[in-house]
């Protein structure tokens, strides 16, 4: 069974911290809202590192 990869993401305005599978999520240049405190940036702008951003480019 293959195991799907997961992106960490942190929140710029609240610091909500989680994780999602890249296929959850939006392309990384589409808007995004925080499921905790609703702010609205960029996917790309809720990654934790850099790598994270590489990942959800590169599994979507």
Do not use: G, I
Request: charged letters at 25%; aromatic letters at 6%; a negative charge.
């Amino acid at each position: 069974m293959a195991h799907e990869a997961y992106v960490q993401l942190v929140c710029p305005e609240c610091q909500k911290q989680w994780e999602s599978t890249p296929s959850e999520l939006p392309s990384h240049a589409e808007n995004f809202s925080c499921p905790n405190c609703h702010a609205t940036r960029r996917m790309a702008e809720f990654m934790r590192t850099d790598r994270d951003l590489e990942n959800l480019k590169r599994l979507q």
